[in-house]
């Protein structure tokens, strides 16, 4: 996870401290402790559900992120468990910091990066390459488009642009209420935030609600088994491992989503034990 999530790019996180006041050289590695931490008792302390590190209200923290959470620090030392408020806008992984902040520039939010990272990292949906040329600067706000939200409609109505951003922009969009360290907020540029939208279908007030929707679609479970075969084996699923890759997804849907079930499944699956023949031109 560290290296699917791209955690360790926390450890030179480099938000600007004048405009985000919260900003520290404590923030990185905080967010990865937390991420890790709660992944840790997802699979291993507690063989739990995997899908409910995207709805769940539990998490570590210390005074640091406790801090930018704008919660009470549940210890005065070091990281201690807490459960976030009912009625808070922040659930899950993508609620953290190490999400939001790795997802974002270091001056500004990106709903284009947060957005594909929803897509690729947990749906494995193919967001295709912008084509060679195209101007992918965001307008300045202004008084016509003070918000995220107006901007990236520069890119919706582009036929060349819409054809990546209509795919990650609306849905990197319902994070806008979280600042590019994670920080709530409800105005941008004096002007309600809207962080609706909809997940393939699915209708969303906020990101609580895009993590309730990402929770059941799918392609969560089967994006997570192709990853894990991916890592297992050394090589992307291959010709002839389709029908090995479903069936593991399968098992994983049929077991509850517990991964260390999921894991022992797969080391003990043919597509992981046995090798093909090796080809006549290597030595």
Known sequence: FTDLYQLYRLDTLAQDPTLFTHMSPEVGPSAREETLAGLEANIFDNNDDY??????????????????????????????????????????????????????????????????????????????????????????????????????????????????????????????????????????HNTRIDPSGDLDGIPFSDARGLSEALRDHEDLGPCLVEYLHTYATGHEVAPGEEEAAEWLSEEFDADRFRIRKLLKTMVMNPSFRKTSPVSDVLP
């Open 51 to 188: 899908r409910e590190i995207f709805t769940t209200r539990k998490t570590t923290l210390n005074r640091t992120l406790a801090a930018i959470y704008n919660v009470p620090a549940p210890s005065r030392e070091g990281f201690a468990w807490t459960e976030l408020p009912k009625d808070s806008k922040r659930v899950g992984l993508l609620g953290q910091t190490s999400f939001l902040a790795l997802n974002s520039h270091p001056v500004s939010t990106s709903a284009t990066l947060r957005g594909m990272f929803v897509r690729e990292v947990l749906l494995c949906h193919r967001v295709p390459p912008p084509p060679s040329g195209v101007d992918a600067s965001i307008p300045e706000p202004s008084s016509d488009a003070p918000t995220l939200r107006d901007r990236v409609k520069v890119h919706l109505e582009d036929d060349f642009c819409a054809s990546c951003h209509v795919i990650t922009d609306p849905v990197g969009l319902s994070f806008e209420q979280f600042d590019a360290i994670g920080r709530i907020r409800t105005h941008e």
